[in-house]
T-cell receptor, first 111, second 114 residues
Framework: DQQVKQNSPSLSVQEGRISILNCDYT??????FLWYKKYPAEGPTFLIS?????DKNEDGRFTVFLNKSAKHLSLHIVPSQPGDSAVYFC??????????FGTGTSLTVIP | DAGVTQSPTHLIKTRGQQVTLRCSPK?????VSWYQQALGQGPQFIFQ???????QRGNFPDRFSGHQFPNYSSELNVNALLLGDSALYLC?????????????FGSGTRLTVV
């Protein structure tokens, strides 16, 4: 019973272009969402978060959008850089405690 | 400033054996959560320890147990290992139970059950 889904296992983008990673969730009680980035042989690293009271949060090249009615969030990376190549996980929680993760999207940024 | 430290990094065990994994949280963090990441999957929550007690538990059998010490470090124990327990086990620490952005992950312990 996957409460958080990332339906695209992989994504390839040219350097300088926009990368859009998508995430869907089923539990309407989720009120806190995060994106994590993971390199091989390392643990996930926090990237950006958003609470359910907002519909957008920006941090430099990274923007997360939340559409509560559609139970959908997306991560935009502009411009994409080769160093952004990694696996990106979407995670959701109620009150920021136990997190439910998606299965990840492997992003490749082509120089 | 050391982040979250996990040991060992890799481990091979035989089915039916018992295993103990260790985690030292980031300095200033008092809460430890454990996650299991199977191949091709996202991390799944096992349990969380705060003030030396298990505070929340995911959908894992009683074969999975843990402990938190007064210095906030933690152990994850798995008894009667099954082949399906083979996974990357991640420890995450946070300043308080509702870590949010303060959730810091270690690099994990890769457990292989043969």
């Amino acid at each position: 019973d996957q409460q958080v889904k990332q339906n695209s296992p992989s994504l390839s983008v040219q350097e300088g272009r926009i990368s859009i990673l998508n995430c869907d969730y089923t539990n309407s009680m989720f009120d806190y969402f995060l994106w994590y980035k993971k390199y091989p042989a390392e643990g996930p690293t926090f990237l950006i978060s958003i609470s359910s009271i907002k519909d957008k949060n920006e941090d430099g090249r990274f923007t997360v959008f939340l559409n509560k009615s559609a139970k959908h969030l997306s991560l935009h990376i502009v411009p994409s850089q080769p160093g952004d190549s990694a696996v990106y996980f979407c995670a959701a929680s109620v009150t920021g405690n136990q997190f439910y993760f998606g299965t990840g999207t492997s992003l490749t940024v082509i120089p | 400033d050391a982040g979250v430290t996990q040991s060992p990094t890799h481990l091979i065990k035989t089915r039916g054996q018992q295993v103990t994994l260790r985690c030292s949280p980031k300095s200033g963090h008092d809460t430890v959560s454990w996650y299991q990441q199977a191949l091709g999957q996202g991390p799944q929550f096992i349990f969380q320890y705060y003030e030396e007690e298990e505070r929340q538990r995911g959908n894992f059998p009683d074969r999975f147990s843990g402990h938190q010490f007064p210095n906030y470090s933690s152990e994850l124990n798995v008894n009667a290992l099954l082949l399906g327990d083979s996974a990357l086990y991640l420890c995450a620490s946070s300043p308080g139970r509702f870590g949010g952005t303060g959730y810091t992950f270690g690099s994990g312990t890769r457990l292989t059950v043969v």
